[in-house]
């Protein structure tokens, strides 16, 4: 059986909450032994969605709900997927994306995104 980062992550959350398997199913609408094989897993991570509803019933902060999805969507091989949508309806977002990767993941390129995130950051604190 292969390891589920996705799958332990989750586990770990629902028993903190404590949460019981079948429990957490029932509030997903899905089975049980659906929910398991997620968990452990031998199933792919569900959509965003349903990724969701997990988060509310976990009660994550916004920061653990992102590495939810990013957990998932590494599992299932995709952009996080919380993005493509983001990325397909802005412009500025696709040219800031291929000036990055033309750029290549040098020191220089990491430290500008760097500060990018520290102004969104600072002027979230502002508001």
Do not use: C
């Not at 770990?12 to 909450?17: L, T, V, W, Y």
């Not at 029932?26 to 997990?54: C, F, H, T």
């Not at 397909?88 to 750029?103: C, E, G, W, Y």
């Amino acid at each position: 059986m292969r390891r589920s980062e996705f799958g332990d992550f989750i586990a770990s959350k629902r028993k903190k909450q404590k949460l019981s398997l079948w429990k957490m199913a029932q509030a997903l609408e899905i089975s049980p032994a659906y929910w398991s094989d997620i968990e452990k897993g031998r199933r792919n991570p569900p959509n965003l969605q349903m990724l969701e509803r997990v988060a509310q019933l976990l009660h994550l902060t916004e920061a653990e709900k992102d590495w939810l999805v990013d957990l998932a969507s590494l599992e299932r091989d995709e952009i996080p997927m919380d993005l493509p949508a983001y990325i397909k309806n802005s412009d500025i977002v696709k040219t800031a994306l291929r000036k990055a990767k033309n750029k290549g993941s040098d020191e220089a390129t990491a430290k500008a995104w760097e500060s990018f995130i520290q102004k969104l950051e600072d002027e979230e604190e502002n508001e």
